[in-house]
């Protein structure tokens, strides 16, 4: 069973950083989508960042996608695990305050990347709050 770990996030203030960090487990795919969509209650959950992961070559490449709000913001990168993945989020405004959660799905990213029903894992999330 697939199962992906959230950490990170809390609680800062505008302008601030936050690093999260999510490690997959149980999973044998060679390639895996892997990233982060956000949700405020009320709403829909919005995609943020994701990247394309090769586990077998493990070399931190791979293309990345971000959503335009946080383009110059957010770095998603692979972590020091070659399951994981981390995104730190600069420059933190209010607007970004959500639930986060790890996403990941087999296979490339591609232009769908922002829609949530196409992954097939995902964590429980994590709260990041930005006061103003």
């Known amino acids: 069973q697939v199962q992906l770990v959230e950490s990170g996030g809390g609680s800062v203030q505008a302008g601030g950083s936050l690093r999260l960090s999510c490690a997959a487990s149980g999973y044998r795919y060679s390639s895996i989508c892997m990233g982060w969509f956000r949700q405020v209650q009320g709403k829909e959950r919005e995609g943020v960042a994701v990247?394309?992961?090769?586990?077998?070559?493990?070399?931190?490449?791979?293309?990345?996608y971000y959503a335009d709000s946080v383009k110059g913001r957010f770095t998603i990168s692979q972590g020091n695990g070659k399951n994981t993945v981390s995104l730190q989020m600069n420059s933190l405004k209010p607007e970004d305050t959500a639930m986060y959660y790890c996403?990941?799905?087999?296979?490339?990213?591609?232009?769908?990347?922002?829609?949530?029903?196409?992954?097939?894992?995902w964590g429980k999330g994590t709260q990041v709050t930005v006061s103003s």
């Open positions: 996403a990941a799905r087999s296979g490339a990213c591609g232009d769908s990347w922002y829609i949530d029903t196409r992954y097939t894992y």
């Open positions: 990247k394309y992961l090769n586990v077998i070559l493990s070399n931190g490449g791979g293309v990345t």
